[in-house]
């Protein structure tokens, strides 16, 4: 039988429906009874509220295309504001901690905390948090649907509200004046923001007029920055996605007579490309190559596994640095990614990386220097790519020279002055 490893918590082990973008079900009713409600609230506002708002969204894009240009890291005067601007700040995680953008949310939450500035977490959808990211916060308060978050916020005065998703702000926007409160959208690269093709009319027309918002908008990839310019007309700020430090502090382990691969993604989302790998798996396999297979996954995967896999279901970080470093290989064909955090992490490592080009993989990949680029949806060039790194020891140490050189950029003193710059800029009154 294979080995399983589960956290056991109730919360995460359910089995539930997904739709096409890999989301619960429930999820998608939510965002669409929101959506109604949203538009209910626009119909019903004063016209001159409408108005306020559209010419303080337009001086934030100015404030934003301005600050861009003068962006510096190492400029004292902005990194030194941040504490001064900031005296009571939300951080909204908006999906369960183990979606690789909420782990990028988390960090920057730590970042402003470690800062000196006061920050409650409000948890949404079945996120939950322990140990030390609990006592570190002021705060952590669950809440059970929008009209709690709505609450919440209209609770008392914030200074600053960082939202882990577009599909949060519409009840921020019907709970606090937009105008007396900074709103930030942290926008990692959710499916529902790349796959307009896919999704219903009034749905993508609900998104749209979500980030028509007064609101600052921030990002860790140069992709999503330009695809959100492209299709919403939106300026945005961009950061390096601060990794977490535990894949600093591991080194992959090493190697043995069986080649051992990493998976890390969810067979729910197709746009993972898992059914891929798992099929490059078998060919490996056919090939007679001696394979064993470490799959860490969101949710457990509705399949049978032979007794060469080892399955980590919803582990934290530490887990799963552990259990990337005993592998030869990731392999990360995804469709579409706003970032791609398992690559990154696996080069933090010292493991090398298959991939695909994803979009946000662009920011950090390099085909031939620290990974191999196959194109999507090939299983042969897969297979072909993960024995090339078996059989060639100069080209497999020569990848993970590099990727270690590439995930030092990512790393939180690489992070952390821009991203206290940025918030400074993103708090600042316009």
């Known amino acids: 039988m294979p080995e ?27 965002f669409r009874r929101t959506a109604l409600r949203f538009f209910d609230f626009q119909s019903h506002v004063n016209p001159e509220y409408v108005r306020l708002c559209t010419e303080l969204r337009n001086r934030i894009d100015i404030h934003t ?22 005296t009571s700040v939300v951080v909204v995680v908006s999906f369960p901690i183990r979606i690789g953008g909420m782990r990028l949310l988390l960090e920057v939450a730590r970042m402003i905390k470690l800062s000196g500035v006061e920050v409650h977490i409000v948890l949404r959808r079945g996120a939950s948090l322990s140990g030390e990211n609990v006592s570190l916060f002021d705060s952590v308060i669950a809440v059970a649907d929008d009209g709690g978050l709505q609450r919440y916020l209209d ?6 509200i ?58 860790f990839s140069r992709f999503m920055q330009e695809l959100i310019r492209r299709v919403h007309l939106r300026p945005s700020y961009y950061v390096p996605a601060p990794l977490d430090g535990v894949f600093y502090s591991v080194r992959a382990l090493e190697r043995s007579s069986v080649f051992r691969i990493g998976l890390n993604a969810s067979l729910s989302n197709p746009r993972k490309g898992v059914s891929c790998a798992l099929r490059s798996v078998a060919l490996l396999r056919m090939r007679s190559v001696p394979v064993a297979v470490t799959w860490i996954s969101q949710d457990r995967p509705k399949v049978t596994l032979p ?28 469709v579409v990614e706003g970032l791609g955090l398992p690559p990154l992490e696996a080069m933090a490592l ?12 662009a920011e950090y990949a390099i085909g031939n220097w620290n990974c191999l680029v196959v194109p999507g ?45 940025a918030l400074a800029c993103l708090s600042a009154a316009v």
């Open 377 to 421: 949806n090939d299983v042969c060039a897969l297979a072909d790519a993960a024995e090339r790194i078996r059989t060639d020891a100069s080209l497999r140490n020569y990848l993970v020279q590099n990727g270690l050189r590439t995930a030092a950029r990512f790393s939180w003193s690489e992070s952390r002055a821009r991203l206290s710059a």
């Open 155 to 160: 609770s008392k005065h914030w200074s600053f």
């Open 4 to 30: 399983i490893v589960d956290n056991g918590l109730p919360s995460r082990a359910v089995s539930l429906e997904t739709d096409r973008f890999g989301y619960p079900v429930r999820w998608s009713i939510e």
């Open 350 to 361: 010292g493991v090398p990386v298959v991939l695909t080009m994803n979009g946000g993989a």
């Open 162 to 219: 960082l939202l882990g998703s577009w599909v949060d702000c519409a009840e921020t926007a019907m709970a606090v004046d937009l105008s007396d409160c900074s709103v930030t959208i942290f926008t990692a690269g959710e499916p529902t923001l790349n796959s307009d093709s896919l999704l219903d009319g009034r749905f993508v027309h609900y998104r749209n007029a979500v980030l028509q918002l007064p609101v600052r908008i921030l990002v």
């Open 307 to 334: 007794d060469y896999f080892t399955l980590r279901v919803d582990v934290t970080p530490r887990d799963v640095a552990a259990s990337l470093a005993r592998c030869d290989v990731l392999l990360f064909p995804s």
């Open 65 to 86: 295309e301005q600050s861009l240009g003068a962006l510096t890291p190492s400029d004292p005067a902005r990194t030194s504001a941040l504490s001064s601007a900031l």
